[in-house]
């Protein structure tokens, strides 16, 4: 998919819309972490930042071994729960976090797991960046809220869930453009380093 700079992703059917209302199709099955994936490419590339998806630990229990060039494993248990999906170093800060994608107009905290939520804030208590990346499909829109938001309504809001509304309200919506497809770090930019500006 070709996602230029004056057109706007249509995270629900795949489609993108120029500034001139006319579609195109895009490739199918575009995800939050492929995009973000792509966007980590492009900053690794021009050496802006070091950011990772990280691995979820396994236990590898029984491997196929067909032909010697061809295993496969067949059984296998994650080892431990994992922590968040990403992290890196950007401008010598540390970052951490996770990404979401919903397709209602509300994030349920049933999405996020509390050793998730404990780990970013301990990111946060020791300095680093702590965040989530949300993608509302239906909307089109992907934001970046800091963590304690979302850890302060975790543990003392009534509700299961974060409204759209507050999210865009103290969240940051990230840019989508063709290179990097999601330009999270710019939110950073202007978030997070805006002192040292």
Partial sequence: ?????????NWQTSTIMTSDKKHYTAHRGMSLEEDISLSNQYYLSHDVAVIYKKPTPI?????????????KIVEAYYKTPSTTDYNGIYRGRYIDFEAKETKVKTFPFANISKHQIDHLQKIINHGGIAFV???????NEVYLIDASH????YYHSQRKSIT??????????????YQPRLDYLKVI?????????
């Fill in 59 to 71: 236990q590898i229990v029984k491997v196929d071994y067909p032909r010697r060039e061809s295993a």
């Fill in 133 to 139: 990346i949300i993608a509302f499909t239906s909307l």
């Fill in 150 to 153: 979302i850890i302060n309504d």
């Fill in 189 to 197: 930019d202007d978030w997070y380093f805006k002192e040292d500006e």
């Fill in 164 to 177: 759209y509304e507050k999210i865009k309200d103290l969240g940051h919506l990230i840019p989508q453009g």
């Fill in 1 to 9: 998919m070709v996602n230029y700079p004056n057109m706007k992703r």
